[in-house]
């Protein structure tokens, strides 16, 4: 059965390192919206059954090899006499307390990025020691994050063709032992490319280069990029941290026949980076029969709010067999190994919550590659699943099937950034809890002809409505809708879908209708998808897609007097083109950009001319008229002639570097000022090829921004503007703000920023005597404040001023401290629980009459 349903595309960003609640959820024939949006654009779109509706594959064991791939040993047994060592400082305090914490749904984090010293930056090639021998020219390099549980790096890579790679690692021994080799031309390192190292436990990771000759050294780049440091080994038993304490271990459940061995056997985790974090969830493997004989290709089904980008994807490890050898036992099983060396992102469903990607290193010998079943899920159903919530460890949990619904999964319980999921299955729980972590897991569905438990859907969400640990229900994203994007990899005997939706060409465009939204998809990276609209009258054409791949539209029409491209002007990464369209065809090109993949949706929209607005210019003429901008922000804009001139006014409210630019086609001038005259600045080719491009230091005020086309250049361009603010107030104790007075009781207040997550404010009080003083923040910021003494000795520490068991308590974020201090030097430390820059004001108030001197 088919099922059409109004679909509003909604202006909302999705976080994937959300926290995921369940804030309401409605049959899914019966759907209405629980939150306000402002509302884009709404179109019908068509979703339900396939031609593949049924189809089952059943799973297989990857036949075990009986030859064991040799030891592999470093060329130099002590690499430490010439290791070139990049050392890192101990994490901050700041570093420490927003991230080493245990997430309790969603992606599990479990480390962080650093960035490099100074004196790390750059080519690295002649900082290393190279060493002949018999067969070429060998360096070693050595990161080492202090306190790391385990490490890894981003970096620049380029190796020429007969170059290799042995990773290693430090052991308690101390020992090393190599973790990792890489084959440069079989892992594709020959050209210069961003590359993941493996992941090695401890604090520290090693790398043998192997290059085949002294010439080959030109052909040879590594700059290192980013640290990645871990909260937790790679891996060694864990015990059970979690925060439920009713999960089972899947050998548990195998041991009494709750699930088969072959299906714990299909289930992995992943770990993976992703903006700054480090992140682990659950994937499992799908079998693909039709492949070849002796041809296991390593497809890997998780969920899109995990892993949703190529970036991502590049980072995977998988970790195959992360469990324990015996039910209740603490040893990990001696079949436990990783897959490191990234994936390709293939295909990702948002609505559904899956992606699917493609190991670049095969799995293990040995693991089985689960049967999967396009198939309606019915309610009654006994549903079984293996996961890795946190700390890792592989856990069983099941329960029954209750119907398909409509899901806002929103990041708290106010219902903010949400995303409507669509035709999720629900499982009530009845054995095990969900945690965070195990986000990817598949949902397993028993067909009684065989015998046999089918992949039938990914673990995406589990309502708050029950206590965390008790019962509750997860939801699933449901195979049968993903499995038309992803059937050219899958590859099982069924009707094929069309092999391109829409034409490669021109003459074999698709044609869309003005204010229309249309489903794309990208299926390589050499797929394009050509659309043709017409337009009767003169108006302003709008077009450009949404979805989470990142494309490149090109629009051109008959005569060659139109001729636009843009990449990333719209939401995310998708392009945005805005023009003034005389009547006439149209064509329009959209591709995937950098490789990228997958479905998206074309959105057409015109608004015709009229002879109230043929007159009206998109952005005023002068500063009185001048269109209003926010920080980082993107507009779009238009020279309709040569005399033609745009005004923009943007408000700065604190002092910081401010970069104003344009892309696009356009041959454009700029030119800031500011209200006193005492900002005037003329740029007009310093942007990307003809487009000007300003930055400077803003002081707080309002400035104008006047954007005209060079000579007599007319057309569209987009403004960008970037902002980064000034650090008000140091960050360590040499660069603090000092407060101080000789007064036996005063006050003071100032205004402060934490400018992001790793930010602090440090501040030196000096007291003239002995003292009884309160320090406490104001506002919307959640404050954490610490004061300490001179030399760094914590004294008193404060989060939030009500306590969490205080239900009388109005709830407030900012933190209060007070202490009685001696005469002295003391430091607070403030710092905020906040994605984006953020307000607070600090107050300290002193009272030396409540004290005995």
Known sequence: MVKSRTKCLINHQVHTNRIVDIVKHTQYNTFNTVVV???????FVSSGGTSAEGLRVSGAFKPSLPDVAPQVNLAFTRPYIFEYKVYLPRTTSVERDKFHSISTIGPQKIGIHRDLPERYRGELKHSLTWRKRDDGIVAHLLVHSPDAESVRFLADL???????????????????????????????????????????????????????????????????????????????AATNVQECTNHIDVQCAIDDGDISEESVSTSMRLRYESEGVTYACSGTILNVPNDGEDVWIPY??????????????????????YQYEQCGGTSLSSDYTSTPGGADLLATYPEGDQTLIRLRNDAPAGTFFSGWWVSDVESGETGICSGHPTPGIK??????????????????????????LVDLIELELENGAIEGGASGSALRINHPEDNEDYFVGVLSAKSTDHPPCEGGVGYFGEFRHFYPDVAQWLGAETEPEPDDVHGDTEDTATVVELQSGTEGLINDENDIDYFEVTVEQVGTLVIYTTGSIDTTGTVTNEDGSVDLTDEDSGNDLNFLINFAADPGTYSIKVEGNQSSTGSYILVVEFEVHNEQNDDLDDHGDTEDTATPLELDSTTVGEIDDEEDIDYFEIVIDRAGTLKIFTTGDLDTTGTVTNEDGTVDIFDDDSGEDLNFSITFDAAVGTYYIKVEGHSTSTGTYTLHTEFEAHDDHGDTKESATTISSSARNWKFSTVAYINNAFDQDVFE???????????????????????????????????????ENDE?????????????????????????????????TLKIETDADQVSE
């Open 37 to 43: 949006f402002a509302l884009v654009l709404c179109f």
């Open 158 to 236: 380029s190796l020429p063709v007969g170059a290799s790679l042995n990773f290693y690692e430090i052991t308690t021994s101390p020992h090393i032992s190599v973790i990792h080799s890489y084959d440069v031309h079989a892992q594709g390192l020959e050209e210069s490319s961003k590359f993941w190292s493996p992941i090695a436990s401890g604090e520290s990771i090693g790398v043998e280069i192997l290059l085949p000759d002294e010439a080959s050294k030109e052909h040879f780049e590594l700059k290192l990029l980013k640290i990645a440091h871990g909260y937790e080994r790679s891996f060694t």
């Open 300 to 321: 890997i089904m998780t969920a899109e709010h995990c892993i949703s980008t190529s970036a991502e994807a590049d980072s995977v490890v998988a970790y195959w067999n």
């Open 395 to 420: 856990k069983f949990f099941s329960g029954t099937t209750t119907g398909n619904f409509d899901v806002n999964v929103c990041a708290d319980e106010d219902g903010n950034d949400c995303e409507l």
């Open 765 to 803: 009080l000096v007291f003239s005597r002995k003292t009884k003083i309160t320090i406490y923040t104001e506002g919307e910021t959640d404050t954490v404040g610490r004061l300490t003494n001179l030399n760094d000795v914590d004294i008193v520490e404060d989060d939030d001023i009500c306590d």
């Open 808 to 840: 009388d308590c109005e709830e407030n974020l900012n933190f209060s401290l007070t202490y009685t201090v001696d005469e002295g030097t003391y430091y607070l430390y403030v710092s905020g629980e906040i994605t984006e820059k953020s307000e607070y």
